[in-house]
């Protein structure tokens, strides 16, 4: 496993007008490849301030079909505004820690 990464993000509950912000620790596992994202906190508050994860872990990966490309839960491989949520936070922080 890599350097486990801090992502931060939006995500709508139910209604496109009811957003919540949260973080996420994601650590990318190189055997198949995919990344579990876990410790789901409010992006408001500090981690001392938490206690247990909002959410369960979450199993994503990139996959590619022709000449497309989607975030997928590993075990469906279905598509889902969590994992798409979840792969874009992840690019975005690949992105700021080559930036840096």
Not at 12 to 25: E, G, N, Q, R, V
Not at 69 to 88: A, F, Q, Y
């Amino acid at each position: 496993m890599n350097q486990p990464l801090e992502i931060i993000f939006d995500f709508p509950l139910a209604d496109p007008d009811f957003i919540i912000s949260l973080k996420a620790i994601a650590e990318l596992h190189h055997s198949d490849p995919y990344w579990v994202v876990d410790n789901f906190h409010s992006a408001n508050k500090t981690l001392q301030d938490q206690h247990s994860s909002i959410l369960p872990p979450q199993e994503i990966k990139l996959l590619y079909r022709g000449a497309s490309r989607s975030w997928v839960h590993k075990d469906s491989e279905r598509e889902t505004v969590l994992s798409i949520t979840l792969g874009k936070a992840i690019e975005n922080a690949l992105k700021d820690k080559a930036g840096n």
